[in-house]
């Protein structure tokens, strides 16, 4: 195993907030889904994550912009960030992995490893700590792996059928990949020039035991903002943080 010490930790990362967001409307009508604020922190998604990515020691950020780029452009010109920020539009559409590659040829250090995220995720947890976790393992690839609560409640029964138990939003038996990762520099040409790398890359990874799975630590917060009930849930949540 690879010692790791804060050398190998990243202080750069690509933030992908190219999504259209319709499931969010009509927050997205106006502003691509990383723009949306969570209600009570006057804060967009993006704005948190930068945050975030800049109390874990990153200090360059890539933001790969796609629907209304202008908008995300705009607010990213204006507002005071903690870290460097560069854009890229993608001129054309490159799927998923095609998309990070591009946006990773942007980072200053490509001879560094280096963190992603995708731009509608909102989570707090140590990146210093899945950093090390990469590094221990030799991957090449790291994801976090969250366990999401089921949106419904959950019954519980015995071996003949009787009901014993109603458990209001268990968490879910499966990890789910958490949209956030560690890679190795030499990550960046493994990946399609279009195309989805979570169809081709990562498999092939897999199958090489170079991919690992960093599970969030039980009562970090994660939620994926995909509809407005995910907007209500986070700010209550984090009402409830005294965030």
């Known amino acids: 195993m ?18 259209q967001g319709s499931r ?7 502003r691509p889904k990383p723009m949306v604020e969570i209600p009570g922190t006057g804060t967009p998604i993006i704005g948190h994550q930068l945050t975030w990515l800049a109390e874990e020691g990153v200090t360059d950020v890539v933001v790969s912009c796609g629907h209304l780029a202008d908008v995300l452009e705009k607010w990213l010109d204006s507002a005071d960030l903690p870290v460097s920020v560069t854009t890229v539009v993608e001129s054309e559409p490159l799927g998923r992995g095609g998309g990070l590659r591009y946006a990773a040829a942007r980072l200053p250090h490509p001879e560094r490893p280096w963190y992603a995220t995708n731009g509608d995720i909102w989570t707090r947890f140590s990146l210093r700590d899945m950093a090390d976790f ?13 366990r999401p609560r089921i949106p419904w409640g959950a019954v519980k029964t015995d071996g003949f059928g009787h009901i014993t138990d109603f458990i209001e939003a268990p968490p879910s038996t499966f990890e789910i990949n958490a949209g956030v990762y560690v890679f190795s520099p030499e990550f960046s040409a493994m990946l399609p020039e279009r195309g989805d790398h979570e169809r081709t890359t990562f498999p092939r990874l897999a199958r090489e035991k170079r991919l690992a799975g960093f599970t969030i630590p039980h009562g970090a917060y994660w939620r994926a903002i995909d509809t407005a009930k995910d907007l209500t849930e986070a ?7 005294g965030r």
């Open 134 to 146: 990469h590094t221990e393992r030799d991957a090449v690839a790291t994801l976090a792996l969250a």
């Open 235 to 241: 700010a209550k949540e984090l009402a409830a943080l």
């Open 2 to 19: 690879t010692h790791p010490s804060a050398a190998s930790r990243p202080t750069q990362a690509v933030v992908l907030a190219g999504g």
């Open 24 to 30: 969010l409307r009509p927050y997205t009508d106006d």
